[in-house]
């Protein structure tokens, strides 16, 4: 056996070996920087589920950051399914205090695919305050939208869930990590976390710093983020001093207080089975979301060049449509990165729920770290020649 396939664990179902292939040659190159795990479900059926990397195990909780903003996005859509939540309602009419500053017509719709404006504070949040999503939603309730609101879209990195939270919060009395656990991960039993307890502290592995590789510095060098830019701001750069976001996600708080823009932990295998509880029947239980709440979560509402990031892309409602990122998906396809380089996702179509988590921390921003770009297309194609 060469060094390739040293650091590969796990197991997969027949037809699904080219997978485990092309993990193979991503585990070696993460090792270095901290291991990974990939955890792919089709059909309901945990299909793939590997690790590699020393300090990683199939059962180590990683931060998984962003990957909060689907579990958000899953349980606004239930409500909405449920008739408690109206898309096209105004944030204001459930929290006065947005109204000021201009923000009084933003509907929930808008927040949900990052067209609101408000994407920070001018003079930044602390770790304490990004940590709390009720602080954080306190602080930006008074403050004007850095563009009018529905106009244009700019990802709302930090502060999305704080926001949306707040609009769940004031419309049932309940907050979306009391729903999420009430209504998802204890009936699933998902090894995936929105406030990790205390007990399951020893499983949880540090996040580790950003370790670029040349492309990836070259990207850096030629593209810093401008003090008076929207990135800044949106990405706490004002903040002094800046909230270093490896801390951020080493940080007991975040962990326990589940910030839902980028508070979520758990394995590849707890993400990739709520996503296949979005894809199709997962225990005999038919999927969370009806055909109909699904495809308008999964509706593109913002598409072209970012305001934030200065890149194009697209954003459903909570949901990224992933079929903008990887052209092998089908169309209905919803999920979300996170800052690691971690991606996930449910494609009902083909039945598929996919997650690759990662320790290394990635470029500010990224969409998902470039191995998905290998790894999404052979799951698709192993998936479509084992149906």
Known sequence: ?????????????????SVREVFAGIAADEARDGGAQLAVHHRGRLVVDLWGGDGVDGDSLLALYSSSKG??????ALLVQDGVLDLDRTVASWWPEFAAEGKGETTLRQLLAHRAGVIGADDGLSLEELADDRRTAARLAGRRPFWEPGTAHGYHALVIGALVGEVVLRATGRTVRELFEERVRAPYALDYYLGL??????????ALPLVPTPEERAFLD????????LAAVAFNLRADPPVDMVDYGNSRAVRARAPLSGGGVGSARGLSRMYAAIAGELD???????PG??????RVHSEGTDLVTGSRNAFGLGFVPLATRYPSLGPGAVGHSGAPGSQAFADPAA????????RRFALMGGPGAPENDRLVPAVVEAAAKAA
Request: no cysteine.
């Open 351 to 358: 039945g598929l729920a996919y997650s690759y988590a990662r």
């Open 197 to 206: 307890p205390e007990e399951l502290e020893p499983r949880f592995r540090t």
């Open 71 to 76: 579990a958000m996005a899953l349980v606004v």
């Open 284 to 290: 005999g239980r038919p999927p969370l979301l009806a």
């Open 1 to 17: 056996m060469n060094d390739v396939h040293v650091h590969v664990h796990g197991t997969v179902e027949p037809g699904f070996e």
């Open 222 to 229: 030629a593209n810093p983020i401008a003090p008076d830019s």
């Open 293 to 298: 709440t699904l495809a308008e979560f999964a």
